[in-house]
């Protein structure tokens, strides 16, 4: 039985981390530590697990592994000090808000030799998996071109702590915005499918819309719109976007040259592939999380196999090259060129 401890206590820790470890039959909920030291005792009574009042406090009890869950600004501090302390880690994502932070991440675990895994879900949700056997067996050909996106009302909904002064606009807690929230987990899944890696990107990342509690535009982006040039030559579109207000768009489309592959492009079938005869093939695989709709993303479990395994399934090192990407595409759009890897 592993012991976990659980540090932040809000929305991703409450509608995923708690009940996917509730439902694994080798984890037991230990520690629980969040900045808002009532949200973390309510859930330790509900849980009948202890309350902590600091990290130290939490990374001091007897713990096998931890789940940091707070906001982007603190993921890279309190990883590197959970590792250092012996503990394995699954961080949520973006995985840090400065490269050099990523990196240090990384390395922190190779040192460790604890196991450090980033929460990139969507390269496990079944329908991801499938779409990627299809595409390497061939279903649609040699892949040409791409169009992602992920795109949503925002997150000032989605908050433990909702409105307009969540801590998603606060570009001292969150760093980054849309890009960093949702384009890290299409760009990681572009790599992911594509089995490929970024070469350059151009990037446009602007503040469309969303006001902070003020009346004045947040300090961070709400939209991004990013050209990604594949190592392979593949070149595609991503689109992130707190501004979809209306129905949730989590779909990919991938352009070979046999064919289209549409993945949660509509609402009967989670993958539709369209051949250049006309025929066409359905694949129903699994459905997508949403802000509405949660369902289980298998993260504990893939976190649990790793543990056991003493490999992390979504590395540190492999998830530092999509940082590396969100990294670029923020910087080709302050600088307005091309910015290779
Ligand atoms: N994998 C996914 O699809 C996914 C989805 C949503 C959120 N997330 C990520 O999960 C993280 C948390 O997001 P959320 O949606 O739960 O936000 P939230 O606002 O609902 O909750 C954040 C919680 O963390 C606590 N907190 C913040 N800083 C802390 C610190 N230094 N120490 C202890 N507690 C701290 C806050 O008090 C709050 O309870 C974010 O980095 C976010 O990007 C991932």
Redesign the pocket.
């Known amino acids: 039985m592993y012991r976990i401890g659980i540090?932040?206590?809000?929305?991703?820790?409450q509608v995923r981390h708690i009940p996917e470890y509730l439902a694994n039959p080798d984890t037991e909920i230990t520690a629980l530590?969040?900045?808002?030291t009532g949200?973390a005792r309510s859930l330790a009574d509900s849980l009948n697990a202890s309350a902590c009042t600091s990290?130290d406090e939490l990374l001091d009890a007897d713990l096998d592994a931890v789940s940091v869950?707070?906001?982007?600004d603190?993921?890279a501090e309190?990883t590197i000090r959970a590792l250092k302390k012996g503990l394995d880690v699954l961080c949520?994502?973006?995985m840090a808000t400065r490269l050099e932070d990523a990196k240090a991440m990384a390395e922190a675990a190779r040192e460790s030799g604890k196991v450090l895994m980033i929460?990139q879900?969507q390269r496990l949700n079944g329908t991801h998996v499938r779409a990627r056997e299809l595409i390497m067996r061939g279903e649609i050909g040699k892949v040409l071109s791409f169009q992602t996106v992920f795109a949503h009302g925002g997150?000032e909904t989605?908050?433990?702590?909702p409105g307009r002064n969540?801590?998603f606009f606060d570009r001292k807690k969150a760093v980054m915005g849309a890009m960093a929230?949702l384009g890290i987990?299409k760009t990681d899944l572009i790599r992911f499918l594509l089995d490929d890696d970024v070469a350059g990107v151009s990037a446009c990342l602007a503040t469309l819309d969303k006001k902070g509690a003020d009346g004045t535009p947040i300090a961070v982006d709400d939209n991004a719109f990013v050209i990604y040039r594949m190592k392979s030559g593949v070149i595609g579109t991503m689109k992130a976007s707190w501004t979809n207000y209306g129905e949730e768009d989590n779909s990919t489309l991938i352009f070979g040259q046999d064919g289209v592959m549409k993945i949660f492009a509509s609402p009967e079938h989670s993958i539709e592939i369209v051949k250049a005869s006309g025929e066409r093939d359905y694949y129903d695989v699994e459905k997508i999380q949403t802000n509405d709709s949660q369902t289980s993303s298998g993260v504990i479990d893939a976190f649990v196999r790793s543990l056991k395994a003493r490999r992390a399934e979504i590395s540190a090192d492999d998830v530092l090259k999509s940082m590396e990407a969100v990294f670029a595409a923020i910087r080709s759009s302050e600088e307005r060129r091309e910015v290779e890897l």
């Open positions: 540090i932040g206590c809000g929305k991703i820790a530590y969040d900045l808002n949200r990290v869950c707070t906001s982007n603190s993921h309190i949520e994502k973006p929460g879900n997150p989605w908050s433990v702590d969540t801590w929230d987990h």
